[in-house]
């Protein structure tokens, strides 16, 4: 079961990093996601990591200012967001999925965690 937490409201050019944490589980041949769904809109991918190759995979729109990256010890995935900006705004998911590849998906996740709000504000 993953659960994801860090979600807040913060001002625009600011940063929050999120987590997203596995029971249960490890992540080893895992490929763990970071999706988002704004009001009205719908879910679009944000990042992705490999968690056994460590290969990672953004969004155009969160290039250079977001990063993925995971802890194995911790069994914990992050996601640091900096520069937020106010369309940043909403609710972000995390996901995971089994692979044997070494690269990154950005579909296929079929387990996923209850969301977290970022808000960003202007």
């Known amino acids: 079961q993953l659960q994801a937490f860090g979600g807040g409201l913060v001002q625009a050019g600011g940063s929050l990093r999120l987590s997203c944490a596995a029971s249960?589980?490890?992540?080893?041949?895992?490929?763990i996601g970071w999706f988002r769904q704004a009001p009205g809109k719908e879910r679009e991918f944000v990042a992705g990591i490999n968690w056994s190759t460590g290969y990672t995979k953004y969004a155009n729109y969160v290039q250079g200012r977001f990063t993925i990256s995971r802890d194995n010890f911790k069994n914990t995935a992050y996601l640091q967001m900096n520069s937020l900006k106010p369309e940043d705004t909403a609710v972000y998911y995390c996901?995971?999925?089994?692979?044997?590849?070494?690269?990154?998906?950005?579909?296929?996740?079929?387990?996923w965690g209850q969301g977290t709000q970022v808000t960003v504000s202007s």
């Open positions: 249960g589980r490890t992540f080893s041949w895992y490929l």
């Open positions: 996901a995971a999925r089994a692979t044997t590849q070494t690269l990154v998906s950005t579909n296929g996740y079929d387990n």
